[in-house]
């Protein structure tokens, strides 16, 4: 896969969900969608600094698992379920890596359906 462009980063960015808890990171994604040129562009270095050295940083790399009650006896563990909360730059790589994998895996799962 080729580097990221800046037209992909801002993509990503302008994927984010808004009003979803922060990760470790404490950015909410609304800040990183309204901040601007400035801000994209220096997203978008962070971003391929990390693609160049195909390294993260240890605090991307790190998430906060939340427990979410779903029905039922709540002293019942398996009534609940599990996420974790990235920081907003993992998930604007994460981003950027799915919509750019995705072509491929659905040519390979077209080519070997019976």
Not at 9 to 27: N, V
Not at 60 to 87: C, E, H, M
Request: aromatic share 6%; charged share 20%.
């Amino acid at each position: 896969m080729p580097e990221p462009s800046v037209f992909e980063s801002e993509l990503a960015i302008q994927e984010l969900q808004r009003q979803k808890s922060t990760g470790s990171d404490q950015i909410p994604s609304e800040m990183l969608k309204a901040g601007g040129r400035t801000v994209r562009y220096q997203i978008h270095k962070l971003i391929i600094s990390i693609w160049n050295k195909k390294e993260l940083r240890e605090q991307s790399q790190q998430s906060i698992t939340v427990s979410i009650y779903r029905n039922g006896d709540k002293t019942d563990s398996s009534n609940y379920t599990a996420i974790s909360l990235l920081t907003a730059t993992y998930t604007i790589l994460s981003n950027i890596l799915l919509s750019g994998l995705t072509p491929y895996a659905e040519k390979i799962i077209g080519d070997h359906q019976c």
